[in-house]
């Protein structure tokens, strides 16, 4: 039986995401999502006693939940000032190609020196060339002399990568891996493999900014961000309504269809003010919220204009606002292009969201190949013992989940 047990850790710039996951025998199953309002960035600067506290309250909250303290995390860092340095590594091969001589060719490209506002954040193996054969798998075995590997070092601003890392250890975490959140949202996404023969444009909406990705051929080729999001799209609707930001977000998110042509005018939000009874519906909820989507569709016209003009990429939304109803839909109005919003399909977790946080998972999983690490983030002592106190004398836990699911399904038929 292989059972592995990660914590994956995300920072937005509002929330601190952490999910709990587990891989057993090549499965990979959701255990726990926690989810902390946080002012981590004031603009590009890391708050971080924000950061720190958020992070101890969503471990505590996880911990307790799963019967096990969390030691360790995978950790998103996200991708401002972002740099990618392509290099081609080569390597004597004494026989065979071994796992030591991807090892050698990596660490030959970490020692690259980069500028000193960056940080490496990490390097990517891209492709893989023996006896002139290219590959993007790892041609282990192969007999040659000679190894070329293609490797991007992918960076990131050095302060705000620096004061993340240090806020998650002073929150007493062990830090088992570094990604960029637009590589991880990739993994999840598979959209690499999109690549091959096609541009795609990603775009990360959160609540105070949007972030870009040209992605192509396989490897992130740059990133641009926007300081617009979310909140600036439904700065109309507190100002005009009075709501808390947070339920003007979900509102917007769930319940604005963007894309309709009319609007109900049913209502579909009622709270109470100065015990007064207010309600809203569809059309004034869209009609309030018109002018920032459009200026929003039009900053992310003009910034995808350059590539539009020498290619026909498909754009892909995540984030916060790939949970918007239609905003894919005025996009590809915009843009006369393909454009998809994505969501996760994975079971607990299938928020747009929480794409990047997923995706940290696959992307230390595909890493293990290189390095070798084994180690989980969870206390698996306690988390054993709290799994037997739980399932008690039962024997099979796969059979007490069908037993559950016959037992729904007999109790809808009666």
């Known amino acids: ?94 026989g065979v190609v071994a796992i030591e001589d991807v090892k050698e060719a ?6 690259t020196k980069i500028d000193n506002n960056l940080a490496l954040i990490q390097a990517v193996c891209i492709k893989y060339t023996v006896n002139g054969i290219s590959s993007r798998r790892i041609p282990i075995n192969e007999r040659c002399n000679e190894l070329l590997v293609n490797i991007d070092l992918l960076c990131a601003d050095r302060k705000v990568a620096f004061d993340i ?19 991880a949202t990739c993994k999840e996404a598979a959209l690499f493999e999109q690549t091959v023969d096609q541009n795609v444009i990603l775009l990360k909406v959160e609540n105070n900014n949007t972030t870009l990705s040209l992605l192509s051929q396989g490897k992130i080729h740059s990133i641009d961000r926007i300081n617009m999001g979310l909140s600036n799209i439904v700065e109309s609707l507190i100002d005009k309504y009075e709501f808390p930001i947070d339920a003007a977000v979900n509102l917007v998110k769930y319940n604005a269809r963007m894309n309709l042509k009319t609007y109900s005018k049913n209502p579909i939000y009622i709270w109470s003010k100065n015990n007064e009874t207010k309600t809203i519906n569809e059309m004034e909820l869209c009609d309030t919220i018109k002018q920032s989507v459009e200026q929003w569709l039009d900053l992310v016209s003009s910034m995808c204009q350059p590539i539009l003009q020498v290619s026909k990429p498909t754009v892909i939304i995540t984030g916060e606002g790939g949970e918007m109803q239609g905003l894919d839909n005025l996009l590809s109005d915009k843009l006369n292009i393909e454009v998809k919003s994505y969501s996760p399909e994975t079971l607990g977790g299938r928020r747009s969201s929480l794409t990047s946080t997923l995706g940290l998972f696959y992307a230390y999983k595909d890493q293990q190949v290189i390095t070798g690490n084994s180690s989980n983030s969870v206390n698996m002592d306690q988390f054993e013992k709290t799994i037997t106190y739980k399932n008690g004398n039962k024997s099979n836990p796969e059979e007490s989940i069908t037993k559950k699911l016959k037992g729904m399904l007999f109790e809808a038929r009666k």
């Open 1 to 94: 039986m292989d059972k592995q047990i990660y914590a994956a850790l995300e920072i937005s710039e509002h929330e601190v995401r952490l999910v709990i996951g587990e891989f057993f025998n090549t499965r990979f199953n959701i255990i726990k999502v926690e989810r902390v309002s946080c002012n981590a960035f004031n603009g590009t600067n890391v708050i971080k006693e924000e950061i720190i506290k958020s992070v101890k309250k969503a471990v505590e909250n996880a911990s307790k939940s799963i019967g096990a303290n969390i030691e360790k995390v995978i950790l998103a860092i996200p991708s401002i000032n972002f740099k990618r340095l392509p290099l081609k590594v080569r390597v004597e091969v004494e």
């Open 106 to 111: 990596v660490k030959k490209a970490t020692s």
């Open 165 to 183: 890392v240090s806020s998650v250890t002073e929150a007493n975490l062990e830090i088992m891996d570094i990604y960029l959140d637009t590589y």
